[in-house]
């Protein structure tokens, strides 16, 4: 029973590099999203995808791009990383009316 | 304007006493639902309990129970008997856009959370 899963689970990057943050689920689920997660700032949403073939901004979009593939995977891509985007990265999916969401294991990623 | 408002950095409670952490939210929409998280040191998200905005009675899982005033747009968080177990962040959460699925529907924002220890 996988549920949501991400890769990597850590990543160093230098300035200026370039990755993509991968995350699948399993559940069948219509909505996916992508949060950082830094000190004192709690979750904050990046992109999030209402449905296949749906991308919206939250609050913090700048300097990354999302894809939703298929229904199952929802990829982060920072073009080019820098230190401020040090930080916990998490992917987490949901349907419309379900009583949960359901979180993958985090990535930590640090821009040096 | 921020959308969830967590109010305590940090709480502290005695060991079998309960704890109030505190929730208040910011939203249009009519239908809408609330989460709590529980995030421990090891990192994983714990979801503990959900509400929706049509929800007549207050929901409640275990030790858990989410005190809904609407009117007053707040889902304050109750932990019954705090166990040693319980110190960790806890994160409210917000969903909205449910009518449609396209089009910025099923947005899900956090609030800042509250650390909380327990204390023997």
């Known amino acids: 029973n996988a549920g949501v899963t991400q890769t990597p689970k850590f990543q160093v990057l230098k300035t200026g590099q370039s990755m993509t943050l991968q995350c699948a689920q399993d559940?069948?689920?219509?909505?996916m999203y992508w949060y950082r997660q830094d000190p004192g700032m709690g979750l904050r949403l990046i992109y999030y995808s209402a449905s296949e073939g749906t991308t919206d901004k939250g609050e913090v979009p700048n300097g990354y791009n999302v894809s939703r593939l298929n229904k199952r995977e929802f990829s982060l891509r920072l073009e080019s990383a820098a230190p401020s985007q040090t930080s916990v990265y998490f992917c987490?999916?949901?349907?419309?009316?379900?009583?949960?969401?359901?979180f993958g294991q985090g990535t930590r990623l640090t821009v040096v | 304007a921020q959308k969830i408002t967590q109010t305590q950095p940090g709480m502290f409670v005695q060991e079998k006493e309960a704890v109030t952490l505190d929730c208040t939210y910011d939203?249009?929409?009519?239908?809408?639902?609330l989460f709590w998280y529980k995030q421990p040191s090891s990192g994983e998200m714990i979801f503990l309990i959900y509400q929706g905005s049509y929800d007549q009675q207050n929901a409640t899982e275990g030790r858990y129970s989410l005190n809904f005033q609407k009117a007053r747009k707040s889902a304050n968080l109750v932990i019954s008997a705090s166990q040693l177990g319980d110190s960790a962040m806890y994160f409210c959460a917000m969903r909205e856009g449910l009518r449609g699925l396209t089009g910025g529907g099923n947005k899900l924002t956090f609030g800042t959370g509250t650390q909380l220890k327990v204390e023997l």
């Open positions: 559940m069948n689920h219509n909505s």
């Open positions: 939203t249009s929409d009519p239908s809408y639902g």
């Open positions: 987490a999916s949901s349907e419309a009316r379900s009583t949960e969401a359901f």
